[in-house]
């Protein structure tokens, strides 16, 4: 079996967020990039297959070259091959169109993406990919197990989970739980030398064109002073007429 896993490079939840140029560029200094933490997860699933089923794993990103480092942490967790598309990543429809290229030309049995990012939580790439490649999908997904051709997999739906039985080719959104957090592996020192010496392939772009734009960003409001109250009915008076809860 070989499975492709889709990794998208963002920023650590921890960092610092600014912009730049009126609030309409995202501002990189100072911020520690990671692996998309929905795409980890499917990454350490994919591990499993490797080790249990002997299947082979790639891992692809669209990006520029500041986003191999985000790679080499992938090959040191296990993955045999990395990708790089030679593109910035603009927006869902074209890093589908861009992956849906080299899924079809590596020949992928199963492709395993998150669910969305969480820089920009769009949630599109996975669907889409499917679609374009003509490929099974499953979103949401949190249980995966393949036997031959055969896939069974669980999702999280609205008030619970559904279990569907589904064939390759497949793709998936993964989430939390498709593994849990304690099975996400950290790289060893043998893992990390051993990454040097993986092949990381760049790939030029197809030049899919860009559907949407980033017209401005914003951040939240900041916090108002916090208002220290002595009695009930004081906070009860606050919460009726100034901040209009109750």
């Known amino acids: 079996m070989k499975i492709l896993v889709c990794i998208s490079h963002v920023p650590d939840t921890t960092s610092k967020i600014n912009f730049t140029e009126g609030d309409t560029k995202f501002d990189t200094n100072g911020v520690q990039f990671v692996i998309n933490p929905n795409d980890e997860f499917g990454l350490t699933r994919a591990m499993w297959f490797k080790e249990k089923q002997g299947a082979s794993v790639d ?15 992938a090959l040191a967790i296990g993955a045999d091959t990395a990708i790089r598309v030679n593109t910035e990543a603009k927006d869902g429809f074209q890093v589908a169109k861009e992956l849906a290229k080299v899924v079809q030309d590596g020949g992928y049995d199963l492709v395993i993406a998150g669910r ?3 820089d ?12 374009l490649t003509g490929a099974n999908f499953v979103n949401t997904c949190i249980s ?27 793709v998936i959104g993964g989430q939390k739980g498709l593994v849990e957090e304690s099975d996400l592996r950290i790289p060893n020192m043998r893992g990390i030398m051993m990454a040097r010496k ?4 760049v790939v030029e772009p197809t030049g899919a064109a860009t559907e949407t734009a980033a017209v401005a960003f914003e951040k939240p409001a900041p916090k108002g002073a916090v208002k220290l109250v002595d009695t ?15």
Do not use: W
């Open 116 to 118: 969305e990012s969480i």
């Open 232 to 246: 009930v009915d004081e906070l009860i008076d606050l919460l009726h007429n100034e901040a209009k809860a109750i």
């Open 198 to 201: 993986k092949p990381l392939s």
């Open 144 to 170: 995966l197990e393949v036997d031959g051709t055969n896939a069974t997999a669980t999702r999280e739906i609205d008030g619970g989970k559904e279990t569907v039985t589904t064939t390759l080719p497949l």
């Open 59 to 73: 891992v692809v990103n669209v990006g520029g070259p500041e986003t191999e480092p985000t790679l080499r942490k």
């Open 120 to 131: 920009y939580n769009g949630g599109m790439v996975p669907g889409m990919l499917a679609g």
